[in-house]
């Protein structure tokens, strides 16, 4: 075989059936690309070559390459624990901790077969929307090295897009799967919340916090969804319900045929009167899309869901006060590294310190404003406030799902791609990158993003939500798309590296 | 800042130097002059933005604490092993014992 970096998963599974070619020999196509590409992209913070080839030789060995998901090489975002191996979440605080046990969903592609290639860069703690906040240096756009690939799955979309795993899991709290699929023109979809277990998923938000698929293509992107979704007894807000047929949704989406769909396109993100903030481009690629739809038999038409522009300032009160909550855990007594422990201080003194040089300052910004929004006096106006507010917004989709439509669509981000460095001192500036993702977060709805085309000649995504649990149209709709627009966007991206 | 209750919330404070250290110590977070000085000036601007959400006519709006309705699971209660102390305890800054070893926890009067 010539390339097998530049297969689907699903040729990749046909080659293997067909015994074309090995596990072994696709994981080292991956290894040596790995090598070869990601000293300038900074995708990867942890890859061990020599266990994944030995695990790849297993499959091959049990014969099982090409059956489901065996044999097929995976990408994880370092914010999934991982037996054995490193696990950082982009911080100095977990730096050199090997994790004792598997989140589920990296016990489900192993026990699927997968081989796990490594772990990716992100934003510390997944708070960011560029992953310039990693503390272990940035990852670049594979479409342009001096722009960010995304955040705060950045490096997982960096290392699907540029060919150094075939797919990649990323998390999705407020837009981080979604955002980073939508810069490097790749699929992304943030699941229903509670659809996807959350054991092993170091918490940043826990009511916002879902892990989701990244691929090239949607039909990948269902094939993984597949192998990760379903109740576990193990993480207290797991759904009891079946997996959406994702898969199935995917090959029937890719027909074409949308007759009888219902259709919104959202105005507050992007329509009339709301169009401040986002590229030009952008809406013409997105309105391009949705005129795709229309051809393929969907009736199209505009919905207004008022509250959406309180999402941001909602999101970004409830989520830096759950991650205050959340990351108080790391105090630098089980787990990490132990700052100033040297028997004259006390443990407060030695949590204080290792916190201080443990945290990098987005994090320390956000257990700031969280504990302030948290604290007596100031909880009603702040995070009460906020979680009506959240209330508002499901009420908007609920109306527009009960009523009107089957999906909603908008842009998955306002802007392409930006250059790195451009928005790392102004946090309003970076946090407005999310405004098109957040809604679906704050009502736990499931979203994904699908390449619809080039801006300035960098990938722009279309985002379609759903209600929650209909997982199934975001796939089917996005398949669409995807047809209509015959070859996926990152085939551009290897022409012209050729 | 204060941590007295009933602020005037239509008018929030701005958070100054003070007022970020004293959340920084409650949040066993040390922090430096120069974080001080720069984390001020940006969660200045980030909390005149967060404050939108006051605008929100909620009267009778109840909050939504998390997406999906769901109410408390309970493990059947039955005995399941745990994570073997060894390779918990491997991954520790300090162990002793087979236990965490931490800094002291008291002060030297108490």
Redesign the interface.
């Known amino acids: 075989m010539s390339d097998l970096t530049a297969l689907s998963v699903v040729e990749l599974q046909q080659a293997l059936s067909a015994g074309e070619t090995t596990s072994v020999e696709v994981t080292r196509a991956h290894l040596d690309r790995i090598a070869a590409e990601d000293g300038a992209l900074g995708a990867y913070l942890h890859v061990d070559g020599e266990a994944a080839l030995r695990r790849a030789g297993e499959i091959d060995a049990a014969g099982t390459a090409g059956t489901g998901l065996a044999g097929i090489p995976v990408a994880l975002k370092d914010v999934f624990v991982t037996e054995g191996v490193p696990t950082t979440s982009g911080s100095r605080i977990l730096e050199g901790?090997?994790?004792?046990?598997d989140a589920t969903v990296a016990r489900r592609l192993k026990d699927a077969g997968t081989v796990l290639l490594g772990k990716t860069n992100m934003d510390e703690f997944a708070m960011g929307s560029s992953t310039e906040n990693s503390a272990y240096g940035p990852t670049r756009n594979p479409w342009d090295h001096d722009r960010i690939p995304g955040g705060s799955s950045g490096g997982s979309s960096a290392a699907v897009a540029g060919r150094l795993a075939p797919f990649a899991l990323g998390t999705d709290t407020g837009g981080s799967i979604r955002q980073p699929a939508a810069v490097t023109g790749l699929v992304g979809h943030k699941p229903?919340?509670?659809s996807v277990s959350r054991y092993g998923l170091i918490a940043f938000s826990s009511?916002?916090d879902q892990a989701g698929p990244m691929a090239r293509t949607v039909l990948d992107a269902a094939l993984l969804h597949e192998a990760i979704g379903g109740h576990d007894?193990r993480d207290?807000?797991s759904?009891d319900a079946p997996v959406p047929t994702v898969v199935e949704a995917a090959r029937r989406g890719a027909g074409g045929d949308l007759a009888g769909l219902r259709v919104g396109v959202v105005r507050e993100l992007g329509g009339d009167g709301a169009r401040e903030g986002y590229d030009a481009g952008v809406l013409e690629r997105v309105a391009e899309a949705v005129a795709l739809l229309e051809g393929a038999g969907a009736e199209v038409r505009e919905v207004s869901c008022p509250?959406f522009g309180?999402a941001?300032?909602?999101y970004?009160?409830i989520a830096p006060s759950e991650a205050?909550s959340n990351l108080?855990r790391f105090?630098?007594?089980?787990?990490?590294?132990?700052v100033g422990?040297d028997?004259t201080?006390?443990?407060?003194?030695?949590?204080?310190?290792t916190?201080?040089q443990g945290?990098g300052?987005e994090v320390?910004?956000r257990?700031?404003?969280g504990?302030?929004?948290l604290?007596?006096?100031?909880y009603?106006?702040?995070y009460?406030?906020?979680?009506?507010?959240?209330?508002?917004i499901?009420r908007d989709f609920t109306a527009a799902f009960d009523d009107d439509v089957d999906v909603l669509v908008s842009p998955t981000s306002p802007t392409v791609a930006w250059p790195i460095g451009a928005r790392v001192d102004d946090?309003?500036a970076m946090?407005a990158a999310d405004l098109c993702t957040l809604p679906a977060s704050?009502?736990?709805?499931p979203a994904i993003s699908v390449p619809c085309g080039l801006s300035e000649g960098l990938p722009v995504g279309l985002q379609v939500m759903a209600p929650?649990l209909a997982d199934d149209r975001c796939y089917r709709v996005a398949a669409a798309v995807e047809a209509a627009l015959g070859a996926p966007l990152t085939d551009r991206l290897a022409e012209r590296a050729a | 800042m204060s941590s007295e209750p009933t602020p005037d919330t239509a008018a929030h404070p701005a958070l100054d130097r003070q007022d970020i250290a004293h959340l920084a110590r409650l949040a066993r977070l040390a922090v430096t002059d120069e974080e001080l000085d720069r984390f001020a000036g940006q969660l200045g601007a980030v909390l005149d933005a967060v404050a939108q959400v006051q605008r929100a006519d909620v009267a009778d709006v109840v909050p939504t604490t998390h997406a999906v309705p769901l109410t408390n699971v309970l493990r059947a209660d039955v005995a399941t092993p745990s994570l073997p102390r060894d390779a918990v305890l491997a991954g520790a800054p300090a162990a002793e014992d087979d236990r965490f070893r931490v800094p002291r926890i008291l002060g030297e009067e108490a």
């Open positions: 901790w090997r994790p004792p046990y229903t919340y509670g009511s916002l007894p207290s807000t759904i509250s309180l941001l300032p909602a970004y009160l205050s108080a105090e630098g007594m089980r787990f990490g590294i132990r422990d028997g201080r006390d443990i407060d003194e030695v949590m204080a310190l916190r201080e945290f300052p320390k910004r257990i700031i404003l504990t302030y929004a604290s007596a006096g100031y009603d106006a702040y009460g406030q906020a979680q009506k507010v959240r209330t508002l499901d946090p309003l946090y704050l009502a736990g709805v929650a």
